[in-house]
């Protein structure tokens, strides 16, 4: 339904002339008369009749003024609303997390969020960094923290927020706990727990292997980093952990040499894609966490 037709219309009716609604309008009176023709043609009636010079209006058009009315009253009315729904922090909100993020970083930032911002029904999707991720490029969700890809997707805008070394480490009870100066040849002959192979977090990893032409001899595969860490716990190889996973039950590998391995974490999200209000205000609530965050 063409709005402008109904409100030229409208005056038409208020006006009694077509030549009076053209000038109330700043139209020609041509246009005037296309859009009249154009309802015609829409509702198949005739709207008005021409007597002499003037014109008067049908019984279809006596029955349509109403209508008319309140059908513009209506979207008025409805694009207002529209326009504030956007505007306001309320209404659903779908994020997508790793397991690792919800359940060590993410929790504070959503109490607070919940706390400052309760009409909003928050859905969280945990799943795989690599699944976050394409879930955001899909337009799944509106927005997902998770391990950053070695490289970056230029269809998708990426936050650092936390920044979570990660170290070589093993069970309390494995040979490798007890000794020293250990190579990444003898690594790589050691039974391994990582994570599978297209996982961020190992790609890291394996990465580091590869500078020196090696491969790690991985014997078991999961990507949970909870699920690693009790395979190690009970000597069944070793692996590479955030600080945060860390416990009593595992013990740092003494490394001949020294290895930074680092990985960020963060939060993705589709430029393609309008913001809602939510999204806008979480965004806001994130940038303190990292003085390096960037909202471009």
Same mark, same amino acid.
């Given at each position: 339904m063409n709005t402008t037709?109904? #409100?030229?219309?409208?005056?038409?009716?208020? #006006?009694?002339?077509?030549?009076?609604?053209?000038?109330?309008?700043?139209i020609t009176q041509p246009a005037v008369s296309k859009r009249i023709k154009n309802l015609e043609d829409e509702f198949d009636v005739t709207l008005f009749d021409t007597v002499g010079r003037g014109i008067v209006p049908t019984q279809s058009a006596n029955d349509l003024l109403p209508h008319a009315k309140q059908w513009l009253d209506n979207y008025d009315n409805f694009k207002i609303n529209l326009k504030n729904s956007q505007q306001t922090v309320s209404g659903k909100l779908v994020i997508? #997390?790793?397991h690792h993020i919800g359940l060590h970083h993410l929790p504070a930032v959503l109490k607070q969020f919940i706390q400052m911002y309760p009409a909003v029904q928050i859905e969280v999707n945990? $799943?795989?960094?690599?699944?976050?991720?394409?879930a955001v490029l899909d337009g799944?969700?509106?927005?997902?923290?998770?391990?950053?890809?070695?490289?970056?997707?230029k269809r998708l805008r990426y936050h650092t927020l936390w920044s979570d070394p990660l170290y070589f480490v093993t069970g309390t009870l494995s040979p490798l706990a007890n000794k020293i100066n250990v190579t990444l040849e003898e690594l790589a002959n050691s039974p391994a727990i990582l994570p599978a192979a297209n996982t961020f977090t190992s790609q890291i990893t394996l990465s580091e292997f590869a500078k020196h032409n090696l491969k790690p001899y991985a014997t078991m595969s999961t990507n949970p980093l909870e699920?690693?860490?009790?395979?190690?716990s009970v000597g069944l190889g070793w692996s590479v952990l955030p600080k945060t996973l860390?416990?009593?039950?595992? =013990?740092p590998i003494d490394l001949q040499k020294d290895?930074?391995?680092?990985?960020?974490?963060? $939060?993705?999200?589709?430029?393609?894609? #309008?913001?809602?209000?939510?999204? =806008?205000?979480?965004?806001?609530?994130?940038?303190?966490?990292?003085?390096?965050?960037d909202r471009s």
């Open positions: 037709n109904l #409100t030229t219309f409208i005056t038409v009716m208020q #006006t009694g002339s077509i030549s009076a609604a053209a000038e109330k309008l700043f997508g #997390t790793s945990f $799943v795989d960094s690599e699944e976050a991720h394409k799944d969700v509106s927005m997902a923290f998770l391990t950053l890809p070695p490289v970056y997707d699920s690693i860490r009790m395979l190690v860390i416990n009593q039950d595992l =013990e290895i930074e391995l680092q990985r960020h974490l963060g $939060v993705v999200v589709n430029p393609s894609l #309008t913001p809602s209000a939510s999204v =806008e205000a979480l965004m806001d609530l994130l940038k303190p966490i990292d003085s390096n965050f």
